[in-house]
T-cell receptor, first 109, second 112 residues
Framework: AQRVTQPEKLLSVFKGAPVELKCNYS??????LFWYVQYSRQRLQLLLRHISRESIKGFTADLNKGETSFHLKKPFAQEEDSAMYYC???????????FGKGTLLTVNP | DAGITQSPRHKVTETGTPVTLRCHQTENHRYMYWYRQDPGHGLRLIHYSYGVKDTDKGEVSDGYSVSRSKTEDFLLTLESATSSQTSVYFCAIEDVNSYEQYFGPGTRLTVT
């Protein structure tokens, strides 16, 4: 069974501070991992996926297979980063995504 | 917004009444999904479809049914709504080449 754990429901930082949103997963094969973001009252949108190794809006995430983690990081948080962040995993050929419960990030001025 | 819409956007209904939510896409994607979003639970998969008339259950399918008679439409039906089904419902489509899912704007359903 595949599982995604986001241990922090809430995370509050000040503008300009580094931020790290944690994500751990459980999956026996080689997963595809994603971070989705939901700004207030908007639809979910893909922030980044591990396979593309991109940096979007200053965020990066590295897949650590040894620790089964995919933490999202940004060196200098901005107020507009305040949102709900979901880590998600896709495994196998069924194309289904399993989401974590989300972390609400608040960036204070 | 990836050509995916949902209707209605808001609905208030009474316990025991049937409710149908519609998801419409213009992208011709094969895979479509229905999720519910609840505080403390994140997004949970209700049902999904991998083609016309091909559907399967997700992790929280009890009390819900779906139908897909056309590629572009995926309907979610609550046969007899209960208060526990008060939630925000999101539809999503998937690009099978990238595994990326695109989400609709959501439907806020309140069952009184």
């Amino acid at each position: 069974a595949q599982r995604v754990t986001q241990p922090e429901k809430l995370l509050s930082v000040f503008k300009g501070a580094p931020v790290e949103l944690k994500c751990n997963y459980s999956y026996s094969g080689s997963p595809e991992l994603f971070w989705y973001v939901q700004y207030s009252r908007q639809r979910l949108q893909l922030l980044l996926r591990h396979i593309s190794r991109e940096s979007i809006k200053g965020f990066t995430a590295d897949l650590n297979k040894g620790e089964t983690s995919f933490h999202l990081k940004k060196p200098f948080a901005q107020e507009e980063d305040s949102a709900m962040y979901y880590c998600a995993l896709s495994g196998g050929s069924n194309y289904k995504l399993t989401f974590g419960k989300g972390t609400l990030l608040t960036v204070n001025p | 917004d990836a050509g995916i819409t949902q209707s209605p956007r808001h609905k208030v209904t009474e316990t025991g009444t049937p409710v149908t939510l519609r998801c419409h896409q213009t992208e011709n994607h094969r895979y479509m999904y229905w999720y519910r979003q609840d505080p403390g639970h994140g997004l949970r998969l209700i049902h999904y479809s991998y083609g016309v008339k091909d559907t399967d259950k997700g992790e929280v399918s009890d009390g819900y049914s779906v139908s897909r008679s056309k590629t572009e439409d995926f309907l979610l039906t609550l046969e007899s709504a209960t208060s526990s089904q008060t939630s925000v419902y999101f539809c999503a489509i998937e690009d099978v080449n990238s595994y990326e899912q695109y989400f609709g704007p959501g439907t806020r359903l309140t069952v009184t």
